[in-house]
């Protein structure tokens, strides 16, 4: 597949909406411990800090990583290490990226 700005903006669109709706969703417990602590602490002292520059902050980084992931998406189509339907064509990277995943976990 020959990569063109128009792809690129489709696959980081894609990225992005599968970050945000993956990640924001497993963050809701964070996000309301941050809400529930500076609203109390907050209170006593008279300041206000918005959740939503945290929940922004979040994005930012999700978005940042979605570049990345297209990135890394484009490079390895361009080396012909990913088919059309996205599944890897080599089993050296298949068995890498396996083994990264079970020492992350």
Do not use: E
């Amino acid at each position: 597949m020959v990569w063109t700005p128009g792809l690129f903006v489709l696959m980081f669109v894609m990225w992005s909406a599968m970050m945000m709706a993956m990640m924001l969703p497993s963050a809701a417990p964070m996000i309301l411990l941050f809400m529930t602590i500076h609203r109390r602490r907050d209170a006593a002292k008279g300041r206000h800090h918005s959740t939503a520059a945290f929940i922004a902050g979040l994005r930012h980084y999700l978005i940042g990583f979605s570049v990345l992931a297209s990135c890394v998406q484009w490079m390895l189509d361009d080396a012909v290490l990913l088919s059309s339907t996205m599944a890897s064509r080599s089993t050296v990277l298949a068995s890498a990226l396996l083994f990264a995943a079970g020492i992350y976990n």
